[in-house]
């Protein structure tokens, strides 16, 4: 087999490939001798079908079949002995297929970079520090307590925190708009469903008031021909319902999984999960950080665009299941979800696994078998029944692979953390469990 390489641009490599005409013609030969012993045509006795007739009759499909299956043989051959490492599928265009002559293709693919990781010490890196109180407890309770009460009814002017139902109409210079009418219509005060000064000008009415509110639309708003428009909203207030919590009580404890113990036991359990949530949510945040240091470090890395297009369709699959959707629905929906939605998210997971791939090499590291355990124990104490969670994911080789992918992030992200300057900042919980684009605001 005779291989020559050739460097077109980047990472992208051009493989000529020549694969003496024996090793196809053999394996065809091969083949028609094996079908032949089954074969059955009229004229010819059972196995007895002479070479010449199978070859007229069958030689073309095998050939096509042995070709295919030689170019991919060969291919692998290639790169093995030029050391090459694709990324992604090759794109094969055939130079020589005619019988009886050596088989010659170009195989053009990108190769994964070489990635030098780069010496990560002195970064900054802020961990929130934070305890669940008593008060958390019970902000939380109160959650759960609204979660399962009930709406009733009310003979009172509307607050904030209500449930109306009104039927509304609205006009834009007398004219009414798309989407800008409803009747029977079901909303919580306060919930920031309608644009500003809509639920607040509900507030103080009664059932069966009739009123005009005189607002705008932001000037952000997503359908441009309302951006800032200045709109009048003609609003009829049909009921008005008031949230009673739910009773601190047996049946609220066991709706949140507490059978036994009462209050106290409930108020632990809760603790617990919220502390759980605390410590969860601090180190994905100082992982996040490492993870962008990571990023900021290894910019001039080169990505191949085969990495990055299969990251593409992947989060496009992800976001496309995340809304009910389904595989089949992907050619149609990529007009709808182009690429440019993904690319910058995807350039930035393509670069961390090519840099973390090296991390894990340099660093020595390895998912023992006591820290992948310790990791599914921990997610299968918030369900019912741990130790089915635990038989799953070992009974899974797909999951505890993505288990074990975690534990190496994790490990190098502890071993990064020793060059870096860690800066601890006291706050609440509710601070510290917002995420990151919250801190900032």
Partial sequence: MQVSIETTSGLERRLTV??????????????????AKNVRLPGFRPGKVPMKVMRQRFGAGVRQEVVGEVMSQSFQEAVVQEKLRPAGQPSIEPRSLDEGKDLEYIATFEVFPEVEPAEMKGFDIEKPVADVTDADIDNIIE??????????????????????????????????FEGGSAEGATLELGSGRMIPGFEDGIVGMSAGEEKVLSLSFPEDYHAEELKGAA?????????????????????????????????EQFRKEVGENMARELKNAVENKVKQQVMDAVLAAHSAVELPKALIAQEIDAL??????????????????????????????????????????????????KADAERVKATIE??????????????????????????????????????????A?????????????????????
């Avoid at 020549?18 to 028609?32: F, H, K, N, Q, Y």
């Avoid at 709109?231 to 949140?256: G, I, M, R």
């Fill in 18 to 35: 020549g694969v003496p005409a024996i090793r196809i013609d053999s394996e065809v030969d091969e083949r028609l001798k094996k079908a």
């Fill in 143 to 176: 959650v759960f307590r609204k979660q399962q009460g009930v709406l009733t009814d009310v003979e009172r002017a509307a607050a904030e925190g209500d449930t109306v139902n009104i039927d509304y109409k609205g006009v834009r210079d007398g004219e009414a």
């Fill in 231 to 263: 709109v009048e909203f003609t609003v009829k207030l049909n009921s008005v319902k008031e949230l009673v919590p739910a009773e601190l009580d047996e049946e609220l404890f066991k709706k949140y999984g507490v059978t036994d113990g009462g209050l």
């Fill in 316 to 365: 496009r699959r992800q976001m496309v299941q995340q809304f009910g959707g389904a595989a089949s629905q992907m050619p149609d929906l990529r007009s709808l979800l182009p690429d440019d939605m993904f690319a910058e998210n995807a350039e930035s997971r393509v670069r961390l696994g090519l840099v973390l791939s090296e991390l894990v090499g340099k660093f020595e590291i």
């Fill in 378 to 419: 921990d997610l299968a104490s918030t369900y019912e029944q741990p130790e089915e969670v635990i038989n799953w994911y070992y009974s899974n080789r797909e999951q505890l692979a993505s288990i074990e992918s975690k534990v190496l992030e994790d490990l190098v992200v502890e071993k990064l953390l020793e060059g």
């Fill in 421 to 441: 300057n860690i800066v601890e900042k006291e706050c609440s919980y509710q601070e510290a469990i917002a995420p990151a684009q919250q801190d900032e605001g």
